[in-house]
T-cell receptor, first 114, second 116 residues
């Protein structure tokens, strides 16, 4: 989706290291989301934010942290407490949380352990 | 509790044949239903949605879906499959009724393979 940029496309984490995944959007959407995708497990919600300076835990927030200081940006930090971080991470946006409009997705970041 | 089921992990069809990818759901209120497609190493792309109104919804790339309230289903269909339709398809549902749990719930995905 051209309006959502995730970087980097590939990321490698060393033992005990925190890494940060970037998500930037120019769609002027209020709501932003982070999902984790593992083979055969579909999409699992990590964190979401309905508005600047506010965010809520999703289903699998342990070992992750986020911030929402600007409307355009919702970075995800994978901390050393996340023992199994290898996955495909997807950022999404929607005009509002709980609306009838679809979510829009970036092209993902694939995180692997070195 | 809200849930979505995609009963088939994989669907195989021959090019030119009709395709169906199945989705059933459970919500306590009014369902908002969505279909997305994912190509390898890409994000999800929105195909179509049902919110209210006509039970047959038309979407992108020639796909359509039929909302069936009595069977709580929202199957994705296409009259003539293309090899380029081969991808992973996700169904998602949200309870649209105020006051209920309104989180978006995702199915586990169905891998569609269209054979030439």
């Amino acid at each position: 989706d051209g309006g959502i940029t995730q970087s980097p496309k590939y990321l490698f984490r060393k033992e005990g290291q925190n890494v940060t995944l970037s998500c930037e959007q120019n769609l002027n959407h209020d709501a932003m989301y982070w999902y984790r995708q593992d083979p055969g497990q579909g999409l699992r919600l990590i964190y979401y934010s309905q508005i600047v300076n506010d965010f809520q835990k999703g289903d699998i927030a342990e070992g992750y942290s986020v911030s929402r200081e600007k409307k355009e940006s919702f970075p995800l930090t994978v901390t050393s407490a996340q023992k199994n971080p290898t996955a495909f991470y997807l950022c999404a946006t929607s005009d509002r949380a709980y609306s009838n409009q679809p979510q829009h997705f970036g092209d993902g970041t694939r995180l692997s352990i070195l | 509790a809200q849930s979505v089921a995609q009963p088939e992990d994989q669907v195989n069809v021959a090019e030119g044949n009709p395709l169906t990818v199945k989705c059933t759901y459970s919500v306590s209120g009014n369902p908002y239903l969505f279909w997305y497609v994912q190509y390898p190493n890409r994000g999800l792309q929105f195909l179509l949605k049902y919110i209210t109104g006509d039970n047959l919804v038309k979407g992108s790339y020639g796909f359509e879906a039929e909302f069936n309230k009595s069977q709580t289903s929202f199957h994705l269909k296409k009259p003539s499959a293309l090899v380029s339709d081969s991808a992973l398809y996700f169904c998602a549902v949200r309870d649209g009724s105020a006051g209920n749990n309104r989180k978006l719930i995702w199915g586990l995905g169905t891998s569609l393979a269209v054979n030439p």
